[in-house]
């Protein structure tokens, strides 16, 4: 039997959470990718993978250029599966997460591009999907920006508590 309610949940949806990030070998991060302070964990920027682990570059681009809103969106929702993997190997178990504090969500997009809100929407929905509504609930930004690292469309970070 799963101690783990919200992997259940992912499956039950028919979604699955990817293998741990592959970063390519030229890159080696200077931070964790989530950092645990007390009941806090605090995720770094992640950016869309695939189940394997692998970046999913082919979502890599700019937004309103390279890629359109359905490419964005899924972007996002991808991106909230790394964060939630992310969160399991720190954690041990998604049902210990208690609230998600706030949501920081940037789109790599050209400057015309005034969808920022219904990209970053993907994100939100997955976490309301697999998460109680008093968990999930979350205070969020959504904005453009020039460039990301490696040309992502989409980097999103995030607050989150824990017992």
């Avoid at 959470?17 to 770094?44: D, E, T």
């Avoid at 920022?116 to 976490?127: G, K, N, R, Y």
């Amino acid at each position: 039997m799963s101690t783990d309610s919200v992997v259940e949940k992912l499956e039950s949806l028919g979604m699955s959470l990817p293998a741990p990030l592959q970063l390519p070998p030229h890159i080696v991060p200077k931070f964790p990718f989530v950092r645990v302070i007390g009941n806090r964990a605090l995720v770094s920027g992640h950016g869309p993978i695939h189940a394997d682990g692998s970046l999913a570059s082919e979502l890599f681009g700019k937004v309103g250029q390279d890629l359109d809103l359905e490419q964005a969106t899924e972007a996002a929702r991808l991106t909230g599966l790394a964060i939630l993997s992310s969160l399991k190997d720190e954690l041990g178990s998604l049902a210990r997460v208690t609230a998600w504090g706030r949501i920081m969500g940037m789109v790599n997009c050209t400057p015309d591009f005034v969808q920022q809100t219904p990209v970053i929407d993907a994100f939100s929905e997955l976490i309301n999907q697999v998460f109680p509504p008093e968990v999930a609930a979350h205070s969020r930004a959504a904005v453009g920006m020039v460039s990301l690292p490696m040309g992502m469309s989409v980097e999103i970070e995030a607050e989150v508590y824990f017992e």
